[in-house]
Nanobody, 122 residues
Framework: QVQLVESGGGLVHSWGSLRLSCAVS????????MCWYRQTAGKERELVAT???????DYGDSVKARFTISRDNAKNTVYLQMSSLKPEDTAAYYC????????????????WGKGTLVTVSA
């Protein structure tokens, strides 16, 4: 059973910083690109950042130059360092693993974490 568990959310003031973590656990053979998404009530889920296995990164326009995604392949963990936070960054943040294989010959599957809440006060 593969699980993605996010941590690090909380309440922070504007211009503050938070670091989110997402650990992939279970019987894992390999994990491909990993992403962070966020969602607020009544809105569609928004792609925040992506990182490939080779650590190539990409960011949504709203977080460029403020957020940094990184990963530790040995620990199957992805991080999201968030700086200069704004009230509009308030959202539930979700970790996504686009393609996880549990063995060499298994079919890859996509997995989602349950989310961690980030609240930025003005």
């Amino acid at each position: 059973q593969v699980q993605l568990v996010e941590s690090g959310g909380g309440l922070v003031h504007s211009w503050g910083s938070l670091r989110l973590s997402c650990a992939v656990s279970g019987n894992i053979f390999c994990v491909s690109a990993m992403c962070w998404y966020r969602q607020t009530a009544g809105k569609e889920r928004e792609l925040v950042a992506t990182i490939t296995t080779n650590k190539i990164t990409d960011y949504g326009d709203s977080v460029k130059a403020r957020f940094t995604i990184s990963r530790d392949n040995a620990k199957n963990t992805v991080y999201l360092q968030m700086s200069s936070l704004k009230p509009e960054d308030t959202a539930a943040y979700y970790c996504n693993a686009e393609s996880v294989k549990t063995s060499r010959f298994s079919r890859p599957r996509e997995y989602w974490g349950k989310g961690t809440l980030v609240t930025v006060s003005a």
